[in-house]
């Protein structure tokens, strides 16, 4: 299963654009890109997930190079309750098991 | 149900005891994925079934640990003689097995604290 490798912490201010890179130099071919987001004594959240080119929802949008091997997770005018730990993770989608990494602490502040 | 459930949220026991650790699935979810995080850490994979079957158990840490799903649907995590490093958050998550859409949906872990 591919690793990843993405900023430990970040900080960012009320109403900025906060955008996360995450690294995953050995894709392959069959993975996904999912981003999931974590409240403390909560568990992961589904953020978003990709294959190629850019996808949006109401959240968030991720931007996938063409050679897949990074992933950028751009969180649009956050606000102080999207302080929480972003993992990135490839892997087939919902199927098989996620590796999850440590995360990006992400600290907004007012 | 709307979401995972998880039971107990919390479990304190002593060293060397036996504990069982509880999730309901959403409904109609095939596969069923249990994690465990300690502080600070992202979760680390235990064990996947698909359906009755454990189809990947490679994340045991252990033969003290040991997961069951015999109807396909709830899910018992065992643990035996236990150890104080044991603690941590134990989560547990299901997705439809084929849809790639919506990712997997966590419950809120139960907290093992092992005294």
């Known amino acids: 299963l591919a690793k990843t490798t993405q900023p430990i912490s970040m900080d960012s201010y009320e109403g900025q654009e906060v955008n996360i890179t995450c690294s995953h130099n050995n894709i392959a071919t069959n993975d996904y890109i999912t981003w999931y987001q974590q409240f403390p004594s909560q568990g992961p959240r589904f953020i978003i997930q990709g294959y190629k080119t850019k996808v949006t929802n109401e959240v968030a949008s991720l931007f996938i190079p063409a050679d897949r091997k990074s992933s950028t997770l751009s969180l649009p005018r956050v606000s102080l309750s999207d302080t929480a730990v972003y993992y990135c993770?490839?892997?087939?989608?919902?199927?098989?098991?996620?590796?999850f990494g440590k995360g990006t602490k992400l600290s907004v502040k007012p | 149900g709307a979401g995972v459930s998880q039971t107990p949220s919390n479990k304190v026991t002593e060293k060397g005891k036996y504990v069982e650790l509880r999730c309901d699935p959403i409904s109609g979810h095939t596969a069923l994925y249990w994690y465990r995080q300690s502080l600070g850490q992202g979760p680390e994979f235990l064990i996947y079934f698909q359906g009755t079957g454990a189809a990947d158990d490679s994340g045991l840490p252990n033969d003290r640990f040991f997961a069951v799903r015999p109807e396909g649907s709830v899910s018992t995590l065992k643990i035996q003689r236990t150890e104080r490093g044991d603690s941590a958050v134990y989560l547990c998550?299901?997705?439809?097995?084929?849809?790639?859409?919506?990712?997997?949906?966590f419950g809120s872990g139960t907290r093992l604290t092992v005294v």
């Open positions: 993770l490839v892997g087939r989608g919902s199927q098989g098991n996620l590796i």
């Open positions: 998550a299901s997705s439809s097995g084929t849809d790639n859409t919506y990712g997997y949906t």
